[in-house]
């Protein structure tokens, strides 16, 4: 009965909260999905039917999926981009260019029926392009058959065939999967390695594998007695198999992916949770002594940073979450993780937690990471960093100051692009990664000095509350933020990720019980300042940005505010001036600091 209740709260949230947002809607999926596994050649067969609704507004004529495997052929446009981009990624660089016909990858599709009748269809590249017999008119739905054959690529960009520490099988983006089609259209970017957008949707996949074989991922297995493996109640007596093959037969309610990976040699662990969430690790049992140890003081730490996310972003909807050895580093996945396991304690725990956040800022809050990955990757470092810090009990005063150094770096070195800049389209990759995940943490770190720490913690929650199972936007976090701060924030959002302004304030100078204060940096901010005094003493005053229309809450005196426009502000206190310092939290992040106090 629980299992009915769960299924169904998370398969109504997003219905119910359309009806209280009127001009709100998405489409939905619903995925039956079977395929044949053989192992020796790294190949599959499969069958999907797709339960399409459109709940837009529009009448469609034509639909798109993804083939992401058909990206790992030499000379598409992932093995190109990759060759001639100036900093490739290591893990790619030129490999895609020497795969064998056996290495490739591709998902090469057989039939394709809308409602009972073949249809037109053309495969571009990691896009298949229909041509729809009948129109999906508003409100209306269409069932798509499909039979496919496939090859699992060579291990080199998250999914494929035995990583470089053995796993056989991590299939990642391993099924034909629909486009996402919403207030924007259609988004069906060519696949080179960035990131992904899906439709909500349920998924019933079912997975014919050698028996020797055990598979961690997304979903809840229905019928564990017949596959053992570690699943089974211990209690009960395993359906001994009949064949060389077992058939796993899982349902993710409410997912916009699913992931599996798949080994022999794995081990399994569950560890049950007081708040009634599983746990399962997946890792290989011939790992070295040192890297099997970790993964056993991995399992409670995992359960700590469950209930840190949940508790401070918005509860974990679902029962059960697997951390599996696989992929080529670590990504996220519905209900689970692909992460590499050979690594120190400190590093697989640090690659958990990055990715378990995950969970709440790319599957439960699922913005476009592809044209806004700073808010998927930038906001789940912002919230790993502090879970980290808490874990590991390290009291360290700014977690995020990594991602200050590394934004300092790129402007050193001139390369910045517009937060706003589409994944696919940073001119280099070091500028996408400082981007994403620098600027994307700064932009949360920065807004505790705008509007204070506690209102953008309960920013997050409200964040999380009005738009988890939605695909929020830019405008939806700073709403979320203005509307718990009262604060006007418009202008941070402009500055920060549609610009490449940059933050440069300084103390002028001081003297007769007066202060200067200069900007030189394009980006406005409000400014805290201390006054250090020659009796001993100090006072810290805080100067709202104009534009802002209030000011955080402070303990710090309230000067007049300063508009964006002036580029000098001065004010007078009551002693003889010490020392006059700007920012001394240190959270603004100011590219010329050392003018920041004279």
């Known amino acids: 009965m ?22 709100y809607w998405q489409q939905h999926v619903d995925y039956t999905m079977d395929i044949d596994v053989d192992v020796t050649k790294f190949q599959y067969k499969g069958t999907q039917k797709l339960v399409y609704t459109n709940n837009s507004p529009d009448e469609l004529t034509h639909v798109y999926y993804h083939l992401y495997f058909n990206a790992f052929q030499p000379n598409s446009q992932m093995d190109i981009r990759s060759r001639n981009i100036q900093d490739p ?65 060579k291990q080199i960009r998250r999914s494929g065939q035995t990583n470089k520490e053995g796993v056989v099988l991590s299939m990642a983006q391993w099924y034909p999967k629909m486009a996402e089609y919403d207030f924007e259209g259609w988004h069906t970017p060519p696949y080179i390695a960035r990131e992904f957008h899906g439709v909500w949707g349920d ?75 599983d746990l399962h690790f997946f890792y290989k049992n011939n790992l070295e002594e040192k890297y099997l140890k970790n993964w056993k003081d991995l399992q409670p730490k995992t359960a700590q940073l469950m209930r840190f996310f949940s508790e401070n972003i918005g509860q974990y909807p679902y029962k059960q979450y697997s951390v599996i050895q696989g992929g080529d580093g670590g990504m996220e996945y519905a209900m689970s993780t692909l992460i590499t396991g050979k690594r120190s304690f400190n590093s697989l725990l640090g690659v958990t937690s990055h990715e378990m956040a995950h969970t709440w800022f790319q599957f439960l809050l699922a913005s476009n990471e592809s044209k806004h990955p700073w808010m ?47 994944a696919d389209r940073y001119h280099l990759n070091s500028s996408y990664s400082t981007a994403s ?18 209102n953008v913690e309960k920013g997050l929650k409200k964040y999380f509350n009005d738009f988890s199972f939605k695909h929020p936007t830019p405008n939806d976090i700073k709403r979320s933020m203005e509307k718990v701060s009262g604060i006007h924030l418009d202008w ?40 250090s005094y020659k009796d001993g003493t100090s006072e810290d005053f805080n100067i709202p940005l104009q534009m802002m229309r209030g ?48």
């Not at 808490?390 to 590394?406: C, E, S, T």
């Not at 007049?560 to 502000?569: F, R």
Request: hydrophobic share 35%; aromatic share 12%.
């Open 2 to 23: 629980k299992k009915i209740i769960l299924f169904l709260f998370i398969s109504t949230y997003s219905s119910i909260y359309c009806q209280q947002t009127s001009n």
């Open 437 to 454: 995940y620098s600027m994307g943490a700064i932009f949360l770190s920065q807004l505790e000095y705008i509007i204070g720490k506690e």
């Open 551 to 598: 000011n955080k809450p402070t303990k710090a005196t309230i000067l007049k505010d300063w508009s964006w426009a002036h580029p000098i502000y001065k004010f007078e206190v009551l002693k003889e001036i010490k020392s006059v310092e700007i920012d001394p939290s240190k959270l603004m992040a100011d590219i010329y600091p050392s003018d920041n106090k004279k």
């Open 203 to 277: 998924f019933d996949v079912t997975i014919h594998i050698d028996k020797n074989f055990t598979i961690g991922g997304t979903g809840y297995l229905q019928n564990p007695q017949e596959i053992g493996h570690g699943y089974e109640d211990k209690s009960r007596k395993i359906k001994k198999s009949t064949g060389e093959k077992l058939s796993w037969h899982f349902k993710a309610p409410n997912v916009h992916d699913f992931m599996w990976a798949a080994d022999p040699n794995y081990s399994h662990d569950i560890l049950k949770t007081a708040n009634g969430i």
């Open 376 to 422: 998927d990757e930038g906001f789940t470092s912002y919230i790993s960093n502090i879970a980290m810090n808490k874990v590991l009990d390290r009291k360290i005063k700014n977690p995020h100051q990594g991602a200050y150094n590394r934004y300092y770096k790129m402007i050193s070195y001139r390369k910045e692009e517009p937060l706003s800049t589409h």
């Open 89 to 153: 990624d290591g893990r790619v660089t030129d490999r895609i260019s020497k795969l064998k016909p056996e290495e490739i990858g591709y998902i090469k599709i057989a039939s394709l029926k809308q409602d009972g009748k073949s249809v037109q269809f053309e495969v571009v590249g990691t896009i298949l392009e229909v041509t729809l017999n009948t129109p999906i008119k508003s409100g209306e739905r269409s069932i798509f058959d499909m039979t496919y054959d496939a090859q699992v690529p």
């Open 492 to 531: 941070y959002l402009n500055e920060w990720t549609q610009t490449t302004h940059t933050i440069d304030y300084s103390v002028r100078g001081f003297g007769n019980k007066k202060i200067i204060l200069q900007r030189h940096g394009k980006m406005p901010m409000p400014i805290d300042v201390r006054v």
